[in-house]
């Protein structure tokens, strides 16, 4: 079975400007642990005291799902991860020959020495973490560093290798493809005696995070990264709620995710995040499963399948219809049954006038406003 790890509090932390109190972390990790993802991503513990102190408490919070501490290849990283009781610590070391080169000014081997010491050290104080090894901006590497980085990742006590597209590189379809790559690295490593987990992170760079995440569940991923909205670096990740959904939905997977926990966690998140959700957000956008135009009104009001792939109430969700200058007289004729008020067909042809009206001031009618509008029709009949 797939595993999500959410990575809202580390990587998501990223997002210029975005920053989650303690209790925030606390509170958003309680929704994640409900939701039912399987590893949460608390932090990088050597970023700010605050961090290290979140990183501490969520890892003994005694959560289902594990908690897991980023470090640089470095053992003062790893200690800290160690004392905040992580129980999966996440190691990022690039092997790309120019950052080698040009950031890290190091040939592959003595890399590779630093990755394993690390790696060997971290297992000896605790062999019950479960410990990742990403070659960072891996799909770009030269392919023969990342085998071998990662072969001596595993022999050293790594049980993870994560397949990071750090810029949002791949693209579904191309020579560089997330589905390829995977398949290629688990032969490789194979052929070596290894059968590491493999981990997917892919950047949004390009829109198409969501994508390749799914291409590398296809040849075999068995953990991939998402955050609450996508939040990340730059363009961020790939985003939670889709991700569940689309495994769901398109997939097939079956989990025991609770999926109506994601509007609220999504509501936390957005309101201390400082970013709103826009409107048209799959599955969490105030709009996600509204119809507008009247003719989408028309049909999905017999059956909203005819306007919508996704059932709302797999995330505790109602179809809705929305007032505006788009709107057809079935569309009036919905709110005003949602509202259980009467009417006759003449009255939901005035009505429609004025909310086509209202429409084109470049508003919605609310239910609050309708009832106002229901009024005022009654009373002034236009003769
Ligand atoms: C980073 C980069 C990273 C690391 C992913 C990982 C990436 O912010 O440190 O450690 O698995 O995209 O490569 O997020
Ligand atoms: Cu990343």
């Known amino acids: 079975m797939v595993k999500i790890l959410d990575t809202t509090l580390r990587e998501g932390e990223q997002t210029p400007g975005v920053y989650f109190d303690g209790h925030i972390k606390l509170a958003i990790a309680d929704l994640l642990d409900e939701i039912g993802i399987d590893i949460i991503e608390a932090g990088h513990p050597m970023v700010t005291p605050e961090i290290h102190e979140a990183v501490y408490q969520l890892a003994r919070h005694g959560y289902r799902a594990k908690i897991a501490a980023h470090a640089r290849s470095l053992q003062r990283d790893v200690d800290l991860a160690l004392e905040c009781g992580a129980q999966f610590i996440g190691i990022f070391y690039s092997v790309a020959s120019e950052r080698l080169g040009q950031v890290f000014r190091k040939d592959l081997n003595s890399a ?31 392919f023969e560093n990342v085998v071998q980085a990662s072969c001596a990742a595993v022999e050293a006590g790594a049980d993870i290798i994560s397949v990071a597209d750090t810029t949002g590189f791949m693209a579904p379809g191309t020579e560089h493809n997330m589905y390829d790559f995977i398949a290629r690295l688990k032969d490789a490593l194979a052929q070596s005696g290894h059968q590491p987990m493999i981990a997917v992170h ?20 068995e953990i991939i990264d998402a955050s609450v909205l996508g939040l990340g670096e730059r363009a961020g990740i790939v985003d939670l709620a889709q991700l569940l959904l689309a495994l769901k939905e398109v997939f097939q997977v079956q989990n025991n995710c609770r999926l109506e926990k994601l509007l609220p966690l999504y509501q936390l998140v957005s309101q201390y995040a400082g970013l709103p959700i826009p409107d048209n957000f799959p ?17 999905a009001v017999q059956n909203p399948v005819h306007y919508q792939s996704l059932d709302p109430s797999l995330v505790g969700r ?24 009467e009417y006759t067909t003449d009255l939901l042809k005035r009505i429609l006038i004025h909310i086509k009206q209202i429409g084109q001031k470049g508003r919605t009618v609310d239910f609050h406003e309708l009832k106002h509008l229901v009024e005022w029709c009654k009373k002034h009949p236009l003769k």
């Not at 971290?122 to 070659?135: F, V, W």
């Not at 950047?203 to 198409?208: F, S, V």
């Not at 599955?283 to 049909?299: D, E, K, L, M, R």
């Open 283 to 299: 599955i969490v956008g105030q709009n996600a499963f509204t119809h507008c135009a009247g003719v989408h009104t028309h049909a």
């Open 202 to 221: 892919c950047h949004n760079d390009r829109g198409l995070a969501l994508a390749n995440a799914l291409d590398g569940y296809r040849a075999g991923a």
């Open 112 to 142: 590779i020495d630093q990755i394993v010491n690390v790696i060997r050290y971290a297992k000896n104080q605790n062999p019950d973490l479960l410990i990742r090894y990403t070659p960072e901006d891996t799909v770009r590497s030269p």
């Open 318 to 341: 109602n179809m809705s219809v929305a007032l505006d200058h788009m709107s057809g007289i079935s569309s009036v004729q919905w709110a005003l049954d949602q509202l259980g008020l």
